[in-house]
Structures are given as C-alpha cells and as structure tokens.
C-alpha cells in the first residue's frame, strides 16, 4: 500500500472518531460505542483484505496522537480489542442468538427510556433503535465493504463493559447474559469483573425453581431471575467448620461483595434485626430493602444443612416484620433462608404447603449442569418485561 492511500485510511478512522465526538454531546454511550464498533469493522477489513499488520496499527497510533492530541483511548491495544469485539459480536453464533432475542430484549429496556432512537450508521446503513436521538453526521466513507450495523442490546452497557465480558467468556449465550446482566444490576467495570469471576451466569441461570415458595412466585413472579438461589462468598475465606456468628459478622464485614453476589437493588437495614412478639424480643439475623421487590428481606443464616423446620422459624419472622415493621405501601416481607447445603427434593417438600413468600438459597459454589443453564436462559431473558415493571410500580 503506498503511503498517500495509507494516509488516506488513516483519515478516514480518524474521521469516525471526530464525527461520534461531535454528537457525544446528545448520546455520549452510544456514540462512544458506535466509534469503537466501526473502527472495529474497518480495521478488521483492513487486517483481513489489505494485509495491515502491527507495524501499520502502530502508524495509525501514530497518526491519530498527532493529527488529534486530545483524543484518548485509542492506543493500539484499545485499537485490537475493538477489532475482536467487532469480530465475536458479528460471529455467525451471536448473530443467530440476537436473532431469536435481541428484539425482546431491547423492548423491554426501551419503555424505560425517553425516546426510542434510530442510529446511523457512518457506512450508510441503519442500524436498530437503540437509546437517544442523535442526527446522522456525514464523514468521509471508508472504502471497505458496508458494516454489519452494531447490535441494538450493545446500548444497554458500556464498551469497557463489552471487552470485559469477551475477554472473560466463550460462548454467544454467556456474552448475551452479560449484557443484559450489566444492565440490570447497573454493574461498573470492577462489578461485573467480580461477577464474572463468582460465575454470576452459573449462578443466576441455574436457580431452581424448586427453591421458591408457590406465595412467593405468586407475588412476584420474576424472582428467580432477580434474587438467585446461590450466593457466592469465597470472599469470606469460611473454615469447613464455622459458626452462624461468624458467618453474619463474615457478611456484615463484607456486605459490599455480599450484595453484589445478590443483587444490587439489596439495601442493607441491619444485623441481629429486633422484633418483639408478645414479651419476649427475637433477632432475625440479616434485614435487607429490596427497591425492585419493594418490600423487606429476611435473611436468616444457617452453618449447616437444611432442615424442614427452619421454615417455621422464617415464617415467624415474617409475620412479626409484616405485622409491626412494614409500611403500609410496601409488600409483604420476603425471607430467605440462607443455608450450607441443601437437598432440593427436601426444600420443594418444605416449600410445598407454606403460605410464606420464602426460599431456600445455598452460599456455596455449586456447578450447574449446562442443560440446565440453557433451559432457564429464555425465562431470564423474558423476565426482562416483569422486572421493569416492578421498578415503575
């Protein structure tokens, strides 16, 4: 390639990265992901079709520092991961999944939003609504092939979020997940790293439903898909042989990684939680705010198995905070009875008969059979409409 063309590409990057900063102003995510999705498309074109290598992406760093200063971001490993975001979400496998998802997802996003958008692409093309209106900005076109528009459900989370989710996962599903997963749960970078580490697909996807009382999918059907039947606290560092005590102090000390194994919209109210019944005072071992559920949490701790008869004593607890604790524009409590272990065909017995919205959860890692992990996918994903409308009501 002789140096007046290479110039020329070079201008043309550095044209996309100046026509998505002037409209930064109306949509600064979207526009953000929309540089990075082209450039990604452009550059992949170019590797695969002109033969540019490392030297050529190093003049590119070296072009876009001294014809724009100010620009930040675009070194060449930034330059690389928009390549292999570009290239992992226009696959054949995540392209097909979009396909059989991507509307139902973004539909059940966008009633939050004020204004459902078009994006235009800087090839010509349209792309999917998205978040915000932005206006069409013409540039100079690249000479490659038209790019594959970028995906609608890239607007729900952040490009450093996106390369977070690629860099740590191996199939479309998982990646798909994510995303919807970042969004719900409002996960910065460092949030959704940890949740990637703690297997946070695992351990959502792979609720069983078995777990939760009848009361409670009644009251609030999206429930497995908001409060997992897992918790992961390998941060506690716990013996084989602990004690409920050090357990909940465990917790207590470490309530931001406890929450963010749980679920975000969990505010903590107290520890050792007093209520009187009658004359005598009881302590319920955790109380949390749920926001989505809008209603009180119990949370009661147990260092060993379950047994059938701690649902008595949760279902008190319930009583006593519904009765003398809850206001009365919130629902009914909610308790969860946090245990070592747990024998599901035990639970669903137990869970069978109680008029209690209860469930059993486990704070063990637990390895979830992957057919298990793809029949619950769809009920995530279709939980979307029932968890918005939760946090309107």
């Known amino acids: ?78 330059l690389y991961n928009m390549v292999a975001v570009y290239e992992a979400f226009t696959s054949p496998d995540f392209m097909e999944l979009l396909g059989r998802y991507g509307s139902q997802i973004v539909q059940s996003v966008t009633g939050q939003l004020p204004v459902a958008i078009e994006i235009q ?144 919209d969990f505010l903590f109210v107290g520890e050792e939680f007093p209520v009187k019944v009658g004359g005598s005072e009881f302590n319920i071992d955790l109380v949390f705010y749920h926001r989505a559920l809008q209603c009180l949490v119990a949370f009661e701790l147990k260092a060993r198995a379950f047994r059938p008869a701690d649902m008595g004593q949760l279902e008190f607890y319930l009583e006593a905070l519904d009765r003398d604790v809850k206001r009365a524009n919130e629902n009914p409590s909610v308790g969860v009875l946090l245990c070592k272990s747990a024998d599901h065909s035990t639970v669903e017995y137990a869970l069978s008969r109680t008029m209690s919205p209860a469930m059993v959860a486990e704070y063990k890692r637990v390895m979830i059979p992957r057919e298990v992990l793809q029949e619950t996918f769809d009920h995530y994903l279709a939980s979307g409409n029932q968890i918005e409308k939760e946090f309107q009501s």
Do not use: C
């Open 121 to 264: 692409s800087t090839t010509g093309q349209v792309a999917q609504p998205a978040v915000v209106q932005m206006a069409a900005v013409e540039i100079v076109q690249p000479s490659t092939a038209q790019l594959v528009p970028m995906p609608r459900v890239f607007a729900l989370t952040t490009f450093t979020n996106i390369v977070e989710i690629l860099n740590r996962t191996r199939t479309a599903q998982e990646r798909l997940f994510y995303i919807v997963y970042a969004y719900r749960e409002r996960l910065n970078m460092r949030e959704l790293r940890r949740r990637l580490v703690d297997d946070a697909y695992s351990t959502v996807l792979g609720s069983d439903r078995r777990n939760y009382s009848k009361a409670l999918r009644a009251v609030h059907p999206a429930v497995p898909a908001i409060i997992p039947d897992a918790a992961l606290v390998d941060f506690l560092h716990l013996p084989p042989k602990h004690s409920e005590k050090r357990l909940r102090k465990g917790i207590v000390a470490n309530m931001k990684d406890f929450i963010l194994s749980i679920g975000k």
């Open 1 to 78: 390639m002789g140096k007046i063309a290479e110039t020329k590409s070079f201008g043309e990057v550095l044209a996309i990265i100046r026509a998505h900063r002037a409209g930064a102003i109306a949509s600064v995510n979207v526009e953000h992901l929309l540089s990075r999705w082209e450039i990604g498309g452009y550059l992949s074109a170019k590797i695969k079709n002109d033969g540019w290598g490392q030297a050529t992406i190093d003049r590119l760093v070296d072009y876009i520092h001294a014809n724009a200063p100010k620009e930040r971001g675009y070194g060449r490993s930034n």
